[in-house]
């Protein structure tokens, strides 16, 4: 017990510093290391299998819907970068330059690309002739860089990790039929398999993507209160493929401008799975995307018999779950925190005793709760145990974002509610205005996070301005 | 047969132009397109499907291995890349430099990483401590940049795709072990998988890889006659270690210095995919990794049953291959001619005479063998006609190296001989002089690809400098 207390030490409170709390768990979990490169890290073995499984989830999906993978270049000439007006101004500000390629001074300097629309632009521009050339489903997950000046491991950082799909369809039904159903295969993901409840819904004029007609979002509630933006959706209508003059011959035999979207989620899913599930015992995993699902502890493991039933166990369970034995020379007690620490979703423990009464006790990460099972249909009760995890876990996020939703019809109200309760959701209703948008983040400290598609009437004026009311907007404080 | 003659018409001949043949099928095929960026490619969907078969194989592999997968950034700052001499001689003058973040001057240029070393040994210097720190295992599958001054799609690219291990051991026996172990996975990698037939060796002095004790590496031999490295593996000793200052604690409790490995394959293997097995009419792939292995052309496909007997075979055949059915408005032959170009495996003809008669035709890519073969136990047939494809391809693929493999024990013999039959492996004795592996390169314009670890005793005399003689080398022009 005095090796798990001084594990469990090591770490701050969530309650006393949750940014600090955030950190820990990113290095004690050995999910990151910082490096020199200022702004980006080393994503560890760890982290890199959770971002192996969310990418497995998602690149099946993604071809079931009939996407392909391909990959682009990972530079931009500067003069494509311009083609697109709003695109450039979005992005230009924050992207690394080469300037140099070995002893030579380019004769046009490259970025290195922070989003790629307009490569895939310029290859469509190539391939897209006819209306048999369409649709094009592309995606890719390559890293992207942003010259970001504050940083935090996987919310922020200078290059990260990430899917960007590209589509182009000859009609904008298409095109936005396709943006709002990789929006629900964001959101279906994040629920289902991150159990991570989520709101879906549009941006505003002022927060959308740079070069699009509309961006659609999903937003989360962390532990804290805070949102976070899981992933997004735009529709590009065809102005992409007029600043690239993608041309298409259409049925009819007319020359036609097709319609394009792009949609992506990053490895800020992980920071998001840290923020709604943590705890201050350190990390929770989603069963789906833990790179160990079960850990087999053996106790007394020097006593005859115990390390060979613990890799039995371990055989018998890997046809169906993710399983490893840690036999190393560290006590049980050091063991049950560090797997904890690592947010392993079940601990199976077992001893000489447990040997001789054929049976094993089973610890579910989120609540420590222990239960002793039978070793005979062991796979069945695991299972079970995996199933609670779910289930508790999506309750305990679904609670956390239900008790920190508000719904507020004056600044006042917001200002109070947000003092009193702290950061969370607020539902207010909107003019459309953006001058109000930006008053009730100036005054409020919470910005717009999106229109929900999901509406509530709360009231029929703007919560700021008091003008008649177009929406209900969800405002937060946003990472 | 129009609509086929036509296709075909449009690659040049391997007989006529190599070079352009091979970058004709590059494009026909549809495995990559130009870009505006110079030196750099898309792999389109079918190119990157490819990639992606190799990926799961050996990601599958490394991982059997006890291997794990990280990410690291992809700049290095100027000071870390010149911590190792000989690594930043051989690599400064062919990197891309970042100067720039946004608007603002970077403090320290950055590298685009051509090779990850630096970053890897930082991060260990951070995280190795102790032996019970070791070994680690790592490798990354991302893409590097080098500022090559002529460029060919997947054989000589500005930016290319690859994995990169990095393993850091507590003996020199371990660390080459592991060198060694990596080298012997890329060459069955090449031989079971894609038919490839490769010569294992180890790398003169002259051509090691910058900063490495030994370089080993697996050298193929394209139609052409050409060479071309398919994969190295480099042990470091603990020069690496030393130049960071990785140390860590013995069993002994005395501090040593740990040994490294890396080693890398990239989407080279595609290019060596190409010229080892493509003809006239286009690619021919290994099955293995083929994105699709059975193309399925119903033939009359208007009249009734047709189509729906193809979806039925598609779906049967799905549970053991990668199987699509072609069902388009273009004509039969027009198809055939598309998936030679494609080197799909094997091809299956359904019309209504063969539903009649339950049966199909099948046709091997490789020499458009047909065979009809019966509805019942189809995945048997279809698996039989794989096995005939690995089969042939790798018999045709041996006897062009055999053939084009040449003895010889003088410099004429060496010049009469690639002027008589072409280029090829040249197998002859050298004294280990650096100046004679120099003067043969310049003399019969073959340099030294590798000492092959299989060594025969030619003669007893360096075959430039007639001095006594170390070793074989297999000399080549290579890619």
């Not at 499984?53 to 682009?72: P, S, T, W, Y």
């Not at 933006?229 to 735009?234: I, V």
């Not at 979207?261 to 800020?268: D, E, K, L, N």
Request: with cysteine; net charge negative.
């Amino acid at each position: 017990m005095a090796d798990q207390k001084k594990m469990v030490e090591d770490i701050t409170s969530m309650e006393v510093d949750f940014a600090k709390w955030y950190t820990d768990i990113c290095k004690k979990a050995e999910l990151v290391e910082y490096t020199s490169v200022k702004g980006c890290m080393v994503i560890r073995p760890y982290g890199y299998a959770i971002w192996e499984n969310i990418q497995r989830i998602l690149d099946a999906k993604f071809k079931e819907l009939g996407h392909e993978n391909v990959c682009m270049p990972m530079f931009i000439p500067e003069s494509l970068l311009q083609k697109e007006k709003d695109h450039v101004e979005g992005f230009a500000p924050e992207v690394a330059w080469v300037t140099h390629g070995g002893a030579e001074k380019l004769e046009e300097r490259l970025c290195v690309r922070p989003t790629s629309e307009t490569l895939f632009c310029e290859h469509y521009a190539n391939i897209v002739h006819s209306h048999r050339d369409l649709p094009k489903l592309y995606n890719q997950w390559v890293s992207v860089v942003r010259w970001e000046k504050t940083t935090r491991p996987f919310l922020r950082s200078r290059e990260f990790l990430w899917q960007e799909g590209h589509t182009i369809h000859a009609t904008a039904e298409e095109a936005v039929a396709e943006t709002e159903q990789m929006l629900n295969v964001y959101a279906d993901f994040c629920e289902q398999h991150l159990q991570m409840p989520v709101v879906k819904g549009q941006k505003t004029e002022s927060d959308k993507f740079a070069g699009a007609v509309s961006t659609y979002a999903i937003e989360a509630l962390m532990h804290d209160g805070k949102a976070l933006q899981a992933g997004t959706s735009h529709y590009f209508g065809d102005g992409f493929a007029k600043a690239f003059d993608i041309q298409y011959q259409s049925k009819e035999n007319k020359l036609e401008y097709p319609h394009q979207t792009s949609w992506g989620v990053t490895t800020r899913l992980i920071g998001a799975i840290i923020m709604t599930h943590g705890d201050d015992n350190g990390l929770v995993l989603p069963p789906d995307v833990a790179p160990i699902q079960v850990v087999i502890i053996p106790v007394a493991q020097h006593k005859e018999g115990v390390l060979e039933k613990a890799y039995a166990l371990r055989d018998q369970l890997s046809a169906s779950f993710r399983v490893k034995v840690d036999d190393s020379d560290q006590s049980p007690g050091w063991k049950y925190s560090e797997y904890e620490m690592k947010g392993v979703p079940v601990r199976l423990e077992i001893g000489p005793r447990d040997i001789e009464a054929n049976q094993c006790v089973l610890v579910t990460r989120h609540n420590r709760e222990k239960t002793v099972v039978s070793l005979d249909n062991l796979a069945d009760s695991v299972a079970e145990k995996i199933s609670e995890v779910k289930q508790g876990i999506w309750e305990k996020a679904l609670e956390n974002r239900t008790r920190r939703t508000y719904k507020c019809t004056t600044m006042d109200e917001i200002k109070s509610v947000l003092a009193e309760k702290g950061d969370g959701f607020v539902h207010a209703m909107w003019c459309g205005d953006e001058a109000c948008e930006d008053k009730v983040k100036e005054e409020t400290g919470v910005g717009s996070r999106c229109i929900p598609f999901e509406q509530e009437q709360i009231s029929d004026k703007c919560v700021c301005c008091g003008k008649p009311a177009k929406c209900m907007v969800l405002w937060g404080n946003a990472y």
